[in-house]
């Protein structure tokens, strides 16, 4: 039940909207307890019969997820795509009224469009990110829940079945991470460059560190915890598990982020 | 037609049949099969091609759905039975239309409808089958439930060992098969009953063979009709090359950057994304497989993400005012505090990037190699059957791996001290679990040194 608790623990500190597109990992383990159960004793008999019925629910019910998937995966990718288009003509039209061939003479709505897009920016990559995380718990889900079918049916339906999902649409995140590391470049030249250790401790002393993108942020937070509790080991570490994440220093920091004192909406 | 793939397609399907003791029948029929699936018309063209491509992308859920609700098992059997032989005549026809053979299979890619005509045609399809099938293959009315719902829910193979690639070119040979024959539109019941009869004793031999790993060739028949599902998703990455016919096809389109910048350039071109409609965009876009629905809904998305900036920009400055207000004296602190909170935010998304990235290499490299070794040990079975290479494969196998720990240490090309140690964590993890499977497995099969496998691993490592 742990991959299920952090599931729903990614679930609730997920954007708005994404809740139910998430896998539905509790209901197919009920599935497999259930054929589980009722094959174990029938196999003998008749019980191929059953079997071959049961496998089919169960491959259906699957389709069924990683349809929903693709088709939310490519929603978002077309607006991802969409909006990164625009984030750069924006910046392309601030760098040109206030560059250095610009008119506008206005230092205050320069600093205010700059911040805005500053904003907008770190928002949208972290959105992207979030959603190659989307990608990466619900291929972990699958891959679980199919081992717990050949586990506890017998089967060999694992296997084959990873071969199909890996080549999914929702599974190919390779232009979503193009565009974050576009976005990254972006970034960097919208940013002033940082004076790093003067600003981090006023950052971190700051109560008003709320004010930027807080759902998304605490959503990646989130996303990297629960990522590490994932792969921190398991009983049942096989060939086809991944070994534990190992996060860097930079942990501490994340931590001391989640546990704010900033009250969440 | 082509000679060689009917041939081989007779002689899999001969060859599994004539274990069963059913040649006679089988032999008559498989020689119609190749003819039958070349001459295609059924009896009903119109309800057929009227609905051809809604039935046939709806093909699979549909006859998933049936199964449910379907009480009696050989009702049930006939309409799965003649989904498929429908399947092959729909992909024929609509390959007719001048569509390559994999591709005519892109339809398929939304599952989300069913059809209020399939069934209508099924039944159709299936009584008159039945009075064929009651004839002459009585003995496999018996038992047909699970192969049909093996099948016709793209189950995928359970042994399958092959990899991807064939799996792909043997269904573009089969389906060759089908499509080249001029007459498409021609066929007969007969043909249509052969196709079924042939559906059905095929998907009867996959049932015994489900627990036997080693029956290649049957898995190769199966997973071939897996294919359709798996190559639709594949195709629907390539937009350009799906089917520009179905006027009803809500299938869906995966966008790229370049796509949206032909987009972007023809809405300018027409006056800015008011003022430009769906049709005129389409026709400046001049893009094959794009149709209007596309364009419609990324219109629409495109307007609502021009319009929406400039709301939320008048919202999210309300919002920063009320915030900026508070500490309006310390202007530039604050300015500073925002930058460097957002920098921080950056820098968490930063690196959630990065291990997803890795994650999802890790995941791909596991399955990979995992598949790889299943050959590996398909083909050792096959070559020297009896013969137990296990102790001797085992060390060299540990010499691999550990060559391979040795190679991911000192290469320098590996960037983090944490991606190299993911790396050799699960090189040791794969070695021991080598060894467990090893006992595990039947000690018939062998497994062949690996040294084809260390190469190819580190030329990935050294990437």
């Known amino acids: 039940m742990k991959f299920g608790k952090r599931l729903k623990q990614q679930i609730q500190e997920t954007l708005p909207g994404w809740g139910d597109k998430f896998l539905s990992y509790k209901e197919l383990k009920k599935l497999?307890?259930?054929?589980?159960?009722?094959?174990?004793?029938?196999?003998?008999?008749?019980?191929?019969?059953?079997?071959?019925?049961?496998?089919?629910?169960f491959v259906y019910l699957l389709n069924n997820e990683i349809d929903k998937f693709n088709a939310f995966f490519m929603e978002q990718e077309e607006d991802f795509i969409i909006r990164h288009k625009e984030l750069q003509q924006r910046i392309g039209r601030v760098i040109d009224t206030w560059g250095p061939n610009g008119s506008q003479p206005s230092e205050k709505d320069c600093k205010e469009e700059l911040g805005k897009i500053r904003k907008d920016i770190v928002d949208f990559h972290g959105e992207m990110v979030l959603l190659i995380n989307y990608s990466n718990i619900n291929y972990t889900g699958l891959a679980k829940i199919l081992k717990k079918y050949d586990k506890r049916t017998g089967g060999l339906l694992r296997s084959p079945y990873i071969q199909k999902v890996l080549q999914q649409p929702f599974f190919t995140t390779d232009l979503i991470s193009k565009l974050v590391k576009e976005c990254e470049s972006t970034i960097d030249t919208v940013f002033p460059p940082s004076c790093d250790v003067i600003s981090r401790q006023l950052v971190l002393g700051?109560?008003?560190?709320?004010?930027?993108?807080?759902?998304?942020?605490?959503?990646?937070?989130?996303?990297?915890?629960?990522?590490?509790?994932?792969?921190?080991?398991?009983?049942?570490?096989?060939?086809?598990?991944?070994?534990?994440?190992?996060?860097?220093?930079?942990?501490?920091?994340?931590?001391?982020?989640?546990n704010s004192p900033i009250a969440i909406p | 037609m082509e000679a060689r793939p009917a041939v081989s397609v007779q002689n899999v399907v001969a060859s599994q049949l004539s274990n069963c003791g059913a040649s006679g029948?089988?032999?008559?029929?498989?020689?119609?099969?190749?003819?039958?699936?070349?001459?295609?018309?059924?009896?009903?063209?119109?309800?057929?091609?009227?609905?051809?491509?809604?039935?046939?992308?709806?093909?699979?859920?549909?006859?998933?759905?049936?199964?449910?609700?379907?009480?009696?098992?050989?009702?049930?059997?006939?309409?799965?039975?003649?989904?498929?032989?429908?399947?092959?005549?729909?992909?024929?026809?609509?390959?007719?239309?001048?569509?390559?053979?994999?591709?005519?299979?892109?339809?398929?890619?939304?599952?989300?409808?069913?059809?209020?005509?399939?069934?209508?045609?099924?039944?159709?399809?299936?009584?008159?089958?039945?009075?064929?099938?009651?004839?002459?293959?009585?003995?496999?009315?018996?038992?047909?439930?699970?192969?049909?719902?093996?099948?016709?829910?793209?189950?995928?193979v359970q042994n399958s060992q092959v990899a991807c690639s064939d799996k792909q070119s043997d269904w573009q040979e089969w389906a060759d098969l089908v499509i080249n024959d001029e007459d498409a539109l021609t066929s007969n019941w007969n043909d249509i009953m052969a196709d079924t009869s042939i559906a059905d004793l095929e998907l009867k031999m996959q049932y015994p063979e489900e627990k036997q790993p080693l029956n290649f060739q049957m898995q190769q028949v199966q997973e071939s009709e897996q294919i359709p599902a798996v190559h639709v998703e594949n195709l629907a990455i390539a937009p350009a090359s799906s089917p520009a016919s179905s006027a009803a096809t809500k299938q869906r389109m995966r966008w790229t950057p370049e796509l949206h910048e032909a987009f972007v350039e023809a809405v300018n071109k027409l006056g800015g994304s008011e003022r430009a409609t769906p049709k005129g965009v389409l026709k400046l876009m001049k893009v094959e497989g794009l149709t209007i629905y596309h364009v419609k809904s990324h219109l629409q998305k495109y307007r609502t993400a021009r319009y929406k900036p400039e709301a939320s920009e008048a919202g999210s400055s309300e919002k920063k005012q009320s915030s900026l207000d508070d500490l309006s004296s310390l202007d530039l602190k604050t300015g500073i505090e925002i930058t460097e909170a957002l920098r921080l935010q950056m820098e968490v998304q930063k690196r959630l990037h990065e291990q997803l990235e890795i994650q999802r290499n890790l995941q791909l490299r596991i399955e990979e190699q995992g598949r790889y070794l299943q050959m590996m040990f398909e083909k050792q079975c096959k070559s020297m059957p009896g013969v137990d290479l296990a102790k001797g494969s085992s060390s060299m196998a540990d010499d691999a791996f550990a060559q391979l720990s040795d190679a991911v240490q000192n290469s320098p090309g590996t960037n983090d001290p944490g991606v190299s140690k993911i790396v050799t964590a699960k090189e040791v993890d794969e070695k021991q679990k080598l060894r467990e499977r090893e006992v595990l497995e039947d000690p018939e099969t062998n497994i062949t040194s690996p040294s084809d496998s260390p190469p190819l691993k580190r030329s990935k490592l050294d990437e």
């Open chain 1, 32 to 57: 497999v307890k259930l054929i589980s159960s009722s094959c174990a004793s029938r196999m003998m008999m008749n019980g191929s019969l059953e079997y071959g019925k049961a496998e089919a629910e």
């Open chain 1, 206 to 258: 700051s109560e008003k560190i709320g004010a930027a993108g807080e759902g998304i942020f605490r959503n990646t937070v989130a996303a990297l915890l629960t990522m590490q509790e994932i792969r921190k080991g398991s009983s049942t570490y096989g060939r086809f598990s991944l070994p534990p994440l190992s996060l860097p220093d930079q942990s501490d920091v994340i931590q001391s982020q989640l």
């Open chain 2, 25 to 156: 029948t089988l032999s008559s029929s498989l020689s119609m099969f190749p003819t039958a699936l070349g001459e295609k018309c059924t009896k009903f063209p119109d309800l057929q091609q009227a609905s051809m491509e809604k039935e046939l992308k709806q093909h699979p859920r549909t006859v998933a759905s049936s199964l449910p609700s379907n009480s009696g098992a050989v009702g049930l059997m006939f309409s799965s039975s003649s989904g498929f032989s429908a399947d092959l005549h729909f992909s024929s026809v609509s390959t007719q239309e001048k569509h390559s053979g994999p591709t005519s299979f892109i339809s398929q890619s939304t599952y989300s409808e069913t059809s209020i005509t399939f069934p209508h045609s099924g039944v159709l399809q299936s009584t008159a089958s039945s009075q064929y099938l009651n004839e002459n293959h009585e003995p496999w009315c018996i038992d047909p439930l699970p192969n049909f719902l093996d099948y016709s829910v793209d189950t995928p």
